[in-house]
């Protein structure tokens, strides 16, 4: 990726997190669009690349919360990181089981994320976790899916018409 796309997608990160701020308590169902991105860019570009981009991510995501940023931006890390990890060992070229696993993940995610950073402790936790988190990963899971389906018809559309340019160019 160029260096305006990396500037782009943090700019899209930010303008999200802008329009749909995440404030206390436990944010309510929606889609988290900063896991999301996370996980694609660990699922295309290998755990490297989505360790830190899912360190940057999620650093960018708490920027102003002083407290949670740091716990932000190693759970972006850890997921990027297992993403990348991941994609060569499982078999995620049928959408089932690429939602499986980006269900998984996205529930870790917020398994760790609601203590950790959102603080939460005892109380109504088992609401909280089927009436909140449960649908939150099922959300998360199924767009990223449908998002990385895109992504792929896309890349496969530009791969193709890189290829038949070129047999056009190379003809005499």
Same mark, same amino acid.
């Given at each position: 990726?160029? %260096? ?6 943090? +700019?899209?990160?930010?303008? *999200?997190?802008?329009?749909? $701020? #995440?404030? !206390? !308590?436990? $944010? #309510? ?20 690349? &989505?360790?830190?981009? @899912?360190?940057?991510? @999620? ?12 716990? /932000?931006?190693?759970? &972006?890390?850890?997921? &990027? ?7 060569? =060992?499982?078999? +995620?070229?049928?959408? +089932?089981? =690429? ?10 995610? =917020?398994? +760790?994320?609601? $203590?950790?950073?959102?603080?939460? @402790? @005892? &109380? !109504? ?5 089927? *009436?909140?988190?449960? $649908?939150?990963?099922?959300?998360? %899971? ?6 990385? *389906? ?9 791969? /193709? #018409?890189?290829?038949? %340019? ?5 003809? !005499?």
């Amino acid at each position: 990726m160029s %260096a305006v796309r990396w500037v782009l997608l943090f +700019l899209a990160v930010i303008v *999200y997190r802008t329009w749909f $701020p #995440e404030t !206390p !308590p436990f $944010p #309510e169902i929606r889609f988290d669009f900063d896991l999301a991105v996370i996980i694609l860019l660990g699922l295309y570009r290998g755990e490297r690349v &989505g360790a830190a981009a @899912g360190w940057g991510i @999620g650093f960018i995501a708490y920027a102003t919360d002083a407290d949670h940023f740091m716990w /932000s931006s190693l759970l &972006g890390a850890l997921v &990027g990181w297992v993403v990348g990890r991941w994609r060569d =060992r499982l078999f +995620l070229e049928q959408l +089932l089981s =690429r939602w499986i696993v980006f269900a998984i993940v996205a529930l870790s995610y =917020r398994l +760790l994320h609601w $203590p950790l950073i959102m603080g939460i @402790g @005892g &109380g !109504p936790w088992m609401d909280t976790l089927l *009436y909140k988190v449960l $649908p939150t990963t099922l959300i998360d %899971a199924t767009v990223t899916v449908l998002l990385s *389906y895109i992504w792929e018809r896309i890349e496969r559309a530009s791969d /193709s #018409e890189t290829r038949t %340019a070129g047999a056009t160019v190379s003809k !005499p």
